[in-house]
C-alpha cells in the first residue's frame, strides 16, 4: 500500500516562506509524476507544480517565480518551496503521485494546511 504524508503546513505572513514535504513509502517513487495540487475554500482543486520522472518541472502561472518544486530520490521525498506568499495562496496543499506500474496508479496524500495571514 502507497503512502503519501505531507508535513510543513502553517500559518505565515504575507511575504513569507515555507516549505512542504511529501514523503511516499512504496516503490512507486521513481515511477511517478510528482506532484502538488491545492484547494481553496469554495475553490477546485487545482495543480500548483509537478516534477516528471526525468527531473523536467511545470508550475501554475500563478506561482511561477515563487515556487519551487524539487525531489529526493534517495529519500522517496518531492519538496515544494513558497516563497513570497501571498493571501491567495492560502489552501489545503495535497501531494500527488502519478504513473503506470502494471496498472495506472494515481494516490493522493491526506493534504496541510497553508495559511498566509497578517
Known amino acids: 500500500q502507497v503512502q503519501l504524508v505531507e508535513s510543513g503546513g502553517g500559518l505565515v505572513q504575507p511575504g513569507g516562506s515555507l516549505r512542504l514535504s511529501c514523503a511516499a513509502s512504496?516503490?512507486?517513487?521513481?515511477?511517478?509524476?510528482m506532484g502538488w495540487y491545492r484547494q481553496a475554500p469554495g475553490k477546485q482543486r487545482e495543480l500548483v507544480a509537478r516534477?516528471?520522472?526525468?527531473?523536467?518541472?511545470n508550475y501554475a502561472d500563478s506561482v511561477k517565480g515563487r515556487f519551487t518544486i524539487s525531489s529526493d530520490n534517495a529519500e522517496n521525498t518531492v519538496y515544494l518551496q513558497m516563497n513570497s506568499l501571498k493571501p491567495e495562496d492560502t489552501a489545503v496543499y495535497y501531494c500527488?503521485?502519478?504513473?503506470?506500474?502494471?496498472?495506472?496508479?494515481?494516490?493522493w496524500g491526506q493534504g496541510t494546511q497553508v495559511t498566509v495571514s497578517s
Open positions: 500527488n503521485a502519478r504513473g503506470t506500474y502494471v496498472f495506472p496508479f494515481d494516490y
Open positions: 512504496g516503490s512507486i517513487f521513481s515511477r511517478s509524476t
Open positions: 516534477i516528471f520522472t526525468a527531473g523536467s518541472t
